[in-house]
């Protein structure tokens, strides 16, 4: 498969979280023997010193994580993080959670376009999101607004917030507009017609 070490790598890096290596190998639609052999030669390229990333495998599961020796580098740059005010990533992740929260990373980042991940670890560490399972997927997690941020806010609920059931109903149009055909023909079908 053409640019396969490439493939893994953006999976990886646009996930942000560990997968499976099951998974990874569906989305990529390869076998566990290309995709075992693809992942040997892609943490050695990975280990080379210029790299500032490196691939952790742990039960079955794999993720990009930043090089053990750069720890230092990047405590600096979140201390610094939480001495600024918030980027416009950060109010812009902020805004999706407070107005469409629950939510999902996979939605927020479907919403912003980009990967998410650093800019919610801030927020989260700031206190101003909560995390919580996904009561429908264990293995996932949803966000919404902390009670700190309602309070830094000064309002006493999200609902209070400007205009807050236009952009709910601006981000649930959204989410429905981004599902498959098949998907969608199903939710308007009636139970006697899904059950044929």
Known sequence: MDNLLSKIEAVLFAYGEP????????????TSAE?????KDLEIELNRQERGIVL???VGKIQLATKPELTGLLEDIIKQEFT????????????????AGPISRADIEYIRGVN?????????????????????????????ASFDLIKRLGILKVEDLPDYERYKQ???????????????????????????
């Open 84 to 99: 600024e005010d918030l980027t416009p990533a950060a109010l812009e992740t902020l805004s999706i959670i407070a107005y």
């Open 56 to 58: 952790i495998k742990n």
């Open 116 to 144: 998410s991940s650093f800019t919610m670890r801030n927020l989260l560490l700031r206190g101003l999101v909560e995390r919580t399972i996904d009561p429908k997927r264990a293995n996932a997690y949803i966000y919404t």
């Open 170 to 196: 601006m981000v649930k149009n959204l989410h429905e507009s981004s599902l498959n055909p098949i998907q969608q023909k199903a939710e308007v079908l009636t139970p006697e017609e899904q059950n044929i």
């Open 19 to 30: 997968i499976s290596v099951e998974r990874l190998g569906k989305i990529l639609k390869i």
């Open 35 to 39: 995709l075992e052999t693809a992942l």
